[in-house]
Nanobody, 127 residues
Framework: QVQLVESGGGSVQAGGSLRLSCAVL????????MAWFRQAPGKEREGVAV????????YYGDSVKGRFTISQDAAKNTVYLQMNSLKPEDTAMYYC????????????????????WGQGTQVTVSS
């Protein structure tokens, strides 16, 4: 079981920035990637970004490409999501996830591919 703890959420005006953190407090062999998902009220959970921790390969959801950046600090067992040019439609609960997922542009987008989730951190963007 992987224990994940998110932080860094908050309220910001449109055009602003936030950086989310996901700390891995307990790790078990087998996970090869960490991802960020988000879920707005009444909507399905959607993939935001993923980083494959061994290769450093990253993929992004179409709605955040060019605005969000996922990165990792292996020494701190932490993954970050830098969010710039935030829009009101980015408002959601953001979740960190980890598991072994085949490295490809699309496999990580399926929430069912991840068995380890954090509790989430709320991001609210006002216009």
């Amino acid at each position: 079981q992987v224990q994940l703890v998110e932080s860094g959420g908050g309220s910001v005006q449109a055009g602003g920035s936030l950086r989310l953190s996901c700390a891995v407090l307990r790790y078990t062999y087998g996970s090869n990637c960490m991802a960020w998902f988000r879920q707005a009220p009444g909507k399905e959970r959607e993939g935001v970004a993923v980083i494959y921790t061994g290769s450093g390969t990253t993929y992004y959801g179409d709605s955040v490409k060019g605005r969000f950046t996922i990165s990792q600090d292996a020494a701190k067992n932490t993954v970050y999501l830098q969010m710039n040019s935030l829009k009101p439609e980015d408002t959601a609960m953001y979740y960190c996830a980890a598991d072994f997922v085949i490295e490809s542009p699309g496999m990580w987008l399926h929430t069912g591919a991840f068995g380890n989730w954090g509790q989430g951190t709320q991001v609210t963007v006002s216009s």
